[in-house]
Structure formats: C-alpha cells, structure tokens
C-alpha cells in the first residue's frame, strides 16, 4: 500500500505552495531561538524540514543543524539552496518513523503541522524516536494546527493560485477520530488534472500535553501565535507551538549533593 505522503509532496506539489517570503522565516527563526535559548553551535534536528529554509537560517546564526525528509523533491531543492547560500549541512533522506539516534540532539524541531500524518499510535512512536533523538534535558519544539480553532472553520472550501496552476482543496473535519480531510485538486497549465486526498491528525491541548508526558517529556510552555510568546489562547489560538523538554531520569538515592537539581545544564 502506497501511503499519501509518500505520493504527495513531488514537484507537482512543490508548484502549489508559494515559498514563504524570507521576513516570514526569519520571524519564526527568531521565535524558535527565543524559544530553545540555545547555546551557538548546538546541535538542532529538523524533522520534516521540507524546503530546508529553516534549516539554512538557523545554521546562518549558527547552530547545527540536520534536516530530515522523506520528499526527494523537497531535499533537492533545500541541498541546492544551502549550497547556493555557501552552507554545509546535512541533509537527510529518511522517515520519521524509523529515525533511529541516540541522544544526539541538544533540540530537535518539528515545524508546520509535520506531526499528524499518521495514526495515533504511530504518532505516539515518531515522539518516542524524537525522545530517543534528544540528549536528557534537551528540548522538542513542535509546531501544529490548533485543533479547537480548526474545526470552528470547517467545513471549507478554497481556491488559489501556484506556479502554473490552479488548486481547489475541500476539507472537512472527521470529529470521531479527530483528522482533517483534505480532498486537493490540481488543474496544471498542461491540461493535466491531479487528484488526491490525504488527513492529518489534529490535536486539543491536552491530547498531545498527555501524549509528551507518557513518553517522558515536561511541556514547558505553549504559544498560540509567534508574536506572542507564551501564550495560549485556547480555541482563539490558531497554531500550538508546545516546548517540551526530555525529562532527566531521577537521580538515584544516597547520591552526593552535587546530584541537584539544575547543576546538571552545564554538562548538557
């Protein structure tokens, strides 16, 4: 069986999603590092990094980053621009289902709504790879549509331009089991007509706080909105930007006092 994530994001679809204009990027780059409050040269894994345009800005202030993808299209495009832009960073062919590192990662970002494709156990598995992928203190960054202001939309019906072609998505809201449907038709200026539907799993608060609590991360803060660190206005806040950190295994007992809390950062 061929899943829609796998088919869907080529260069078909490259053509329908204008590139955000760069001010935009650098806006939410400065939300993320405001965020992780990392230190220069720390090591940050992209998961779905997409276009890599994250990836390139945040290695441009100085971390390291790693971009991981399963679009060929997508990694192509965001090797070529790193390169263009004089960046060495590497870049990753893989599924985040079997990202397999090792306490590598002082963060790890998972940025536009790539969290949800799959269904609620498999989900539950990517954030125990990215668990896995963290060293303990490190912090997940994870960026998603708001469930509770999503639905107030639906259903919906949109039409819009891209590079070459016209699009028209459908989407409704499957409230049993909490996934947005998506039905997209592309019409290309070469006559050709694509069809495809997909759904992506989307979350309340408290789902996914509970799902990072069972897999041993502390949510540390919630943002509706960049411009608005911190807070979170419910069913009024279209995005949940959740920072959660890899809880540190509890020390065990009769451990000297060195073992307090905090003291810990400095070897992170």
């Given at each position: 069986?061929?899943?829609?994530w ?16 760069m001010r ?22 992209d ?31 965001a ?24 306490g ?30 963290l ?10 549509v ?37 039905k997209?038709?592309v019409?290309?200026?070469?006559g ?20 990072l609590?069972?897999r041993?991360?502390?949510v ?23 920072v ?14 060195t ?10």
């Amino acid at each position: 069986k061929v899943f829609w994530w796998e088919e869907l994001f080529n260069d078909d679809y490259l053509r329908t999603v204008p590139v955000p204009p760069m001010r935009w990027v650098r806006e939410q780059c400065d939300f993320i590092e405001q965020r992780l409050g990392l230190a220069k040269g720390a090591a940050i894994l992209d998961v779905g990094c997409g276009l890599g345009l994250h990836a390139i800005e945040l290695t441009r202030r100085g971390y390291v980053v790693v971009g991981l993808d399963f679009s060929l299209s997508m990694l192509s495009r965001a090797a070529d621009e790193a390169q263009n832009q004089g960046y060495k960073i590497n870049f990753l062919h893989a599924d985040m289902r079997e990202m397999n590192f090792e306490g590598a990662f002082d963060a790890v970002l998972v940025w536009g709504t790539t969290l949800g494709y799959f269904d609620d156990e498999v989900n539950k598995t990517v954030i125990e790879r990215v668990h896995r992928a963290l060293k303990p203190g490190g912090l997940f960054l994870i960026d998603v549509v708001n469930r509770d202001y999503a639905v107030r939309t639906q259903p919906n019906l949109v039409w819009f331009q891209g590079d070459g072609c016209i699009v028209m998505e459908e989407t409704s809201f499957n409230h049993i089991n909490s996934r947005l449907v998506v039905k997209r038709n592309v019409i290309l200026d070469d006559g050709r007509q694509k069809e495809t539907q997909y759904s992506i799993r989307l979350y309340a608060l408290h789902e996914l706080g509970q799902v990072l609590h069972q897999r041993g991360f502390r949510v540390v803060e919630v943002s509706g909105r960049e411009c608005m660190p911190g807070v979170f206005f419910g069913a009024d806040s279209p995005k949940m930007m959740i920072v959660a950190e890899r809880r540190v295994a509890p020390a065990q007992p009769a451990q000297p006092s060195t073992s307090a809390k905090g003291e810990g950062e400095t070897s992170a």
